[in-house]
């Protein structure tokens, strides 16, 4: 089993930003991919970005590319998101989640482990 626990989130005027972070403890991997997804009240959840196992890959959803930075330290088994240039529209539950693959992963389902969740409001 692995255990994922965010932090990071909180209130934010638009235009601010927030850095999440993901910490990984049980049968981690450092070949896993690693992912963030995002649900927003009534809405389904949504991929945001992922980083594979060695971080020299990354892949991002339209809507916060060159906003947003995915990236990992093995070492500290942890994966972080920072957010620059927040909207409004990206107020929503922030998930980590992590996949025994060492390649990238976009689809909920194509991942293994899941966080709780941390909460991102982005005031206008």
């Known amino acids: 089993q692995v255990q994922l626990v965010e932090s990071g989130g909180g209130l934010v005027q638009a235009g601010g930003s927030l850095r999440l972070s993901c910490a990984a403890s049980g049968r981690t991997s450092s070949s896993d991919s690693m992912g963030w997804f995002r649900q927003a009240p009534g809405k389904e959840r949504e991929f945001v970005a992922a980083i594979n196992w060695s971080g020299a890959n990354t892949y991002y959803a339209g809507s916060v590319k060159g906003r947003f930075t995915i990236s990992r330290d093995n070492a500290k088994n942890t994966v972080y998101l920072q957010m620059n240039s927040l909207k409004p529209e990206d107020t929503a539950v922030y998930y980590c989640?992590?996949?025994?693959?060492?390649?990238?992963?976009?689809?909920?389902?194509?991942?293994?482990?899941w966080g709780q969740g941390t909460q991102v409001t982005v005031s206008s």
């Open positions: 989640a992590t996949r025994r693959h060492y390649g990238l992963g976009t689809a909920s389902g194509e991942y293994d482990y």
